[in-house]
């Protein structure tokens, strides 16, 4: 709508939706307006007429480039969107991404100016980004939600701790393995592993019996798919790092994303998970490139890459649980 007004245009590139989307919600948390095309655009729309309708007002602009560079903002038509954004003397603030490896290469009218990088925890990349946009700093006590974007920052550890239920630990081998149903990709906005033991530590679960309750984005699909008993791979770094077992069919939803109560039934033991076989040697394929935590379903006839290396379902589910066995057998000294 043209009378709406924005405090920020989120410039990015498709490929990182899910990331900017996480963002877009912690800007909003924080009393700030962000235009995104997938919240704006009319279904049919054209979406430069749309912008055009609001680039007057907007106060500033932010440029993400994550792990995919820089994408299709670089058209001429978003250059010179954001070349009437430099004219008008609003902030044009470039936001590297949690999963960028390295410094990006960088059309001119960017390099000479100060990054918000969400790979690092300090400065605070959020204090930053609201700073950038506002012209004001705000302190940390100031802002909702203010660190590195993760599924940690939704959850309170001691109201949590109160409520993780109440289940023995569980080992794979126990399991049943024609459960082995989903896949969910996962990752660490800033880089590293989700749910170690630590992490999940923090988030106030039990180590003990390796429960915690996982995190689906509100834009992402498969939250109510998988049932109680259900088990489910976790990938991430293109490699396999955990199974776990759904422990009800309680789907928790608040403004922040979708949660529910799992068991840890198979962890890798490696010291170090970047040396874990790539997910393709564990899978026998590679999956889909998606954001957000999507569960993909290995029953669903839309999973393409699945289907095409698995003729059968109980075949993959023998090869993966003696692959995942395999790899945390003590190796001899």
Same mark, same amino acid.
């Given at each position: 709508?043209?009378?709406?007004?924005?405090?920020?245009?989120?410039?990015?590139?498709?490929?990182?939706?899910?990331?900017?989307?996480?963002?877009?919600?912690?800007?909003?948390?924080?009393?700030?307006?962000?235009?995104?095309?997938?919240?704006?655009?009319?279904?049919?729309?054209?979406?430069?007429?749309?912008?055009?309708?609001?680039?007057?007002?907007?106060?500033?602009?932010?440029?993400?480039?994550?792990?995919?560079?820089?994408?299709?903002?670089?058209? /001429?038509?978003?250059?010179?969107?954001?070349?009437?954004?430099?004219?008008?003397?609003?902030?044009?603030?470039?936001?590297?991404?949690?999963?960028?490896?390295?410094?990006?290469?960088?059309?001119?009218?960017?390099?000479?100016?100060?990054?918000?990088?969400?790979?690092?925890?300090?400065?605070?990349?959020?204090?930053?980004?609201?700073?950038?946009?506002?012209?004001?700093?705000?302190?940390?006590?100031?802002?909702?939600?203010?660190?590195?974007?993760?599924?940690?920052?939704?959850?309170?550890?001691?109201?949590?701790?109160?409520?993780?239920?109440?289940?023995?630990?569980? /080992?794979?081998?126990?399991?049943?393995?024609?459960?082995?149903?989903?896949?969910?990709?996962?990752?660490?906005?800033?880089?590293?592993?989700?749910?170690?033991?630590?992490?999940?530590?923090?988030?106030?679960?039990?180590?003990?019996?390796?429960?915690?309750?996982?995190?689906?984005?509100?834009?992402?699909?498969?939250?109510?798919?998988?049932?109680?008993?259900?088990?489910?791979?976790?990938?991430?770094?293109?490699?396999?790092?955990?199974?776990?077992?759904?422990?009800?069919?309680?789907?928790?939803?608040?403004?922040?994303?979708?949660?529910?109560?799992?068991?840890?039934?198979?962890?890798?033991?490696?010291?170090?998970?970047?040396?874990?076989?790539?997910?393709?040697?564990?899978?026998?394929?590679?999956?889909?490139?998606?954001?957000?935590?999507?569960?993909?379903?290995?029953?669903?006839?839309?999973?393409?890459?699945?289907?095409?290396?698995?003729?059968?379902?109980?075949?993959?589910?023998?090869?993966?649980?003696?692959?995942?066995?395999?790899?945390?057998?003590?190796?001899?000294?």
């Amino acid at each position: 709508m043209a009378d709406q007004q924005f405090d920020v245009f989120l410039c990015h590139n498709s490929e990182d939706k899910p990331a900017v989307i996480e963002i877009a919600q912690q800007l909003q948390q924080n009393n700030l307006k962000p235009w995104l095309d997938v919240w704006e655009l009319q279904p049919g729309a054209i979406w430069q007429f749309a912008l055009e309708q609001q680039i007057e007002s907007i106060g500033a602009a932010a440029v993400f480039v994550g792990q995919q560079g820089l994408g299709p903002w670089q058209s /001429e038509e978003i250059y010179a969107f954001l070349q009437e954004f430099i004219q008008r003397g609003c902030p044009v603030i470039p936001v590297m991404l949690p999963n960028v490896p390295k410094q990006p290469r960088l059309p001119i009218f960017l390099k000479n100016r100060h990054w918000v990088d969400f790979r690092l925890q300090d400065p605070d990349p959020l204090v930053q980004l609201v700073w950038g946009v506002t012209g004001i700093k705000p302190g940390n006590e100031k802002l909702k939600t203010a660190q590195t974007i993760s599924p940690t920052v939704e959850t309170d550890s001691q109201a949590t701790a109160l409520l993780v239920p109440n289940v023995p630990r569980k /080992e794979l081998h126990e399991c049943d393995r024609s459960r082995i149903l989903y896949l969910k990709n996962i990752k660490d906005p800033a880089g590293g592993w989700s749910y170690t033991l630590d992490h999940i530590r923090r988030m106030g679960g039990s180590i003990e019996s390796g429960v915690f309750e996982m995190y689906w984005l509100l834009t992402s699909k498969g939250a109510k798919s998988a049932k109680q008993g259900d088990l489910m791979i976790l990938n991430q770094h293109a490699r396999v790092t955990h199974i776990v077992e759904m422990l009800d069919d309680d789907v928790r939803r608040n403004k922040n994303g979708y949660f529910r109560w799992v068991r840890i039934v198979w962890l890798a033991k490696a010291s170090d998970w970047h040396q874990l076989p790539h997910q393709e040697e564990i899978l026998g394929f590679s999956p889909p490139r998606f954001g957000g935590g999507t569960a993909y379903s290995f029953s669903s006839p839309n999973f393409r890459k699945f289907r095409q290396a698995w003729e059968h379902l109980s075949e993959f589910q023998l090869h993966v649980v003696n692959r995942l066995q395999e790899l945390n057998e003590p190796t001899s000294a």
